[in-house]
């Protein structure tokens, strides 16, 4: 959708850029979000070397746990942006997300994963196994049987997802 409204997306590939590469490439191309896991922000914190993304409103960590580090860093780096904890995965899209405003306290630990995404309900059982179900999840792999021990369609029409992950309230 942001495309379609204008939007420019501007990738950079750590494996072929250094990270002040990639810091440069951010600062000149103006943009305003950055999407990138926890240690890429550390990455791109170590390699501005105390310069800023004046121009970055919201960072969006994904792919790894988020510490209370990842966001000091990251008002560092952006001081202008709001850092956005971002849970998802290619079965289910977005989970959920915790947005931390630039001039809110810093969280202590790990940071929490937020509120469920629209559509979506998050279980947690006794076990500490998470579910995610709603309507718009995937419906399954190639392989049948990995199907049925990850999915479930529920009466409602609804499905569910168990994908292994453990989680707590």
Do not use: M
């Not at 202590?108 to 469920?116: D, Q, T, W």
């Amino acid at each position: 959708a942001s495309l379609l409204g204008g939007a420019e997306v501007v990738g950079v590939d750590p494996r072929e850029h250094s990270a002040r590469d990639a810091f440069t490439r951010i600062r000149t191309s103006g943009a305003e979000i950055i999407a990138c896991t926890p240690t890429f922000v550390d990455a791109l914190h170590t390699a501005a070397q105390r310069d800023t993304l004046p121009d970055v409103r919201r960072i969006v960590a994904t792919g790894e746990p988020v510490q209370a580090r990842h966001v000091r860093l990251a008002r560092e780096l952006a001081p202008n942006a709001i850092f956005t904890n971002w849970v998802g995965s290619t079965e289910t899209l977005g989970i959920a997300s915790y947005d931390i405003p630039p001039t809110a306290p810093l969280p202590r630990g790990v940071v929490p994963v937020g509120i469920p995404a629209p559509h979506k309900r998050i279980d947690i059982d006794d076990a500490g196994t998470v579910s995610i179900t709603g309507r718009y999840l995937g419906t399954g792999y190639l392989d049948g049987a990995a199907t049925a021990a990850t999915f479930a369609t529920n009466p409602d029409g609804t499905i569910t997802y168990r994908g292994g992950d453990s989680g707590r309230w």
